[in-house]
């Protein structure tokens, strides 16, 4: 470490709003609604709120899976949460996911609405209401929620600790960067031994341990996120890529991943999605709202 300065941490730790970097305007040290604001609710039994980022496309790729095996059932309605501006504080948004992150879940398919947070859990619990992308002998379905949970305790590796420190962080610190590539070349290594030995993270078949690390992992191997490919050297890691690949290729993934999203190219911007025709007619090379899209 090569830093000029030196920190000390006070005795009590106080919030220093001029030191939140790129995302100051929506960090703060309590939880709660900032403002009121009542949530949409559209025609189908199931409400997303949510944002294209990797965790929000898991849960879009679910339904978008579900959806094309027929599941009617999993019809629905993708409306979109800008976080950058602060939707994710209104009051409507926080009695869903008392976390105030994206995405958060309504089922409305019964008669006392069901909310689900957090992106594993709602990936469970969609495989759980209609039977699919979860396996039901115990040895498989263990490796499955194994590989599953794997991506909810190592994402915050990836994210919040080398993206942050690489690519966001006001100060680059040589530290704090060593320390998370470290970890992430690890990770990837772990993804990698594993997928030489399986086609899928559970074994021959895609479930939704995939679909949870597809979307973070799958885009750090194809430099999508961070601007890292080259730093972290992903092309080292060839069943990773394989892996990647194959999922990639799958109609419903590329359906939703369009859904919530805000940057890109226009054509895979679809900002709310409301009808399976939506992929159709209203993404934003055919919305006539190029200018929105740079949100």
């Not at 469970?124 to 379905?141: C, H, I, S």
């Not at 030995?197 to 939704?208: M, N, P, R, V």
Request: hydrophobic share 40%; glycine share 8%; aromatic share 12%.
């Amino acid at each position: 470490m090569n830093d000029s300065t030196l920190y000390t941490p006070p005795t009590v730790w106080k919030w220093n709003t001029e030191n939140g970097g790129r995302f100051a305007s929506i960090n703060r040290p309590i939880a709660g609604p900032t403002h009121d604001k009542d949530l949409p609710i559209g025609r189908h039994p199931l409400q997303l709120y949510s944002l294209a980022t990797p965790n929000g496309v898991k849960v879009t790729v679910m339904l978008e899976e579900l959806l094309a095996l027929k599941f009617s059932g999993a019809e629905y309605d993708a409306w979109l949460i800008r976080i950058t501006e602060g939707d994710q504080f209104g009051s409507g948004f926080v009695a869903v996911n008392p976390n105030s992150k994206i995405p958060a879940l309504m089922d409305r398919s019964s008669p006392k609405p069901i909310r689900i947070f957090e992106s594993g859990a709602i990936l469970l619990y969609l495989a759980e209401k209609f039977g699919a992308f979860l396996p039901t002998d115990a040895a498989t379905r263990a490796e499955c929620l194994s590989w599953l949970f794997w991506q909810m305790g190592s994402t915050p590796y990836l994210g919040g600790g080398f993206g942050h420190f690489y690519a966001y962080a006001p100060t680059k610190i040589e530290y704090a960067i060593d320390r998370f590539a470290m970890e992430v070349k690890r990770q990837l290594d772990v993804l990698d031994r594993r997928l030489a030995q399986s086609e899928y993270l559970a074994g021959a078949d895609y479930t939704i341990a995939d679909m949870a690390v597809w979307p973070w992992y799958g885009a750090l191997a194809k430099g999508l996120v961070y601007e890292a490919a080259e730093f972290l050297q992903v092309q080292e890691y060839p069943h990773v890529q394989r892996w990647t690949d194959a999922i990639a290729k799958r109609p419903a993934v590329q359906r939703g991943r369009k859904v919530n999203r805000v940057w890109g190219e226009l054509s895979d911007q679809l900002h709310e999605r409301h009808d399976a025709g939506d992929f159709e007619t209203k993404t934003q090379d055919k919305a006539g709202e190029g200018k929105a899209g740079a949100g």
